[in-house]
């Protein structure tokens, strides 16, 4: 089994800044990051593939930045000009090609208030 494990969810006030982290116990495929606001369906906020290749969500565009660590098994997620609609539980989310499964985090929260 998989695992990933997110940090980096704090109370921040708007315009602030923040970077997730995610760590998986052993190399994936596509990774990406989502969020669930309380009343909400998950979202997918910013993928990245192995090779390099990203996409977000139009709201998040032009502030927030995936990246990954592969010596790591990591993948980041750096959000900046952070705004009150962006609070929510973050969650990491990964692909094992070999293993044909996705795999969840247990999520991180994210508040943004002041």
């Known amino acids: 089994q998989v695992q990933l494990v997110e940090s980096g969810g704090v109370l921040v006030q708007p315009g602030g800044s923040l970077r997730l982290s995610c760590v998986a116990s052993?190399?994936?495929?596509?990774m990406s990051w989502h969020r669930q606001a309380p009343g909400k369906e998950r979202e997918l906020v910013a993928s990245?593939?192995?090779?390099?290749?990203?996409t977000y969500r139009d709201s998040v565009r032009g502030r927030f930045a995936i990246s990954r660590d592969h010596a790591k098994n990591a993948v980041f997620l750096q959000m900046n000009t952070l705004k009150p609609e962006d609070t929510a539980v973050y969650y990491c989310k990964g692909y094992s090609a070999i293993r044909e499964t996705w795999y969840w985090g247990q999520g991180t929260q994210v508040t943004v208030s002041s």
């Open positions: 052993e190399s994936l495929d596509a």
């Open positions: 990245m593939s192995r090779g390099g290749s990203t």
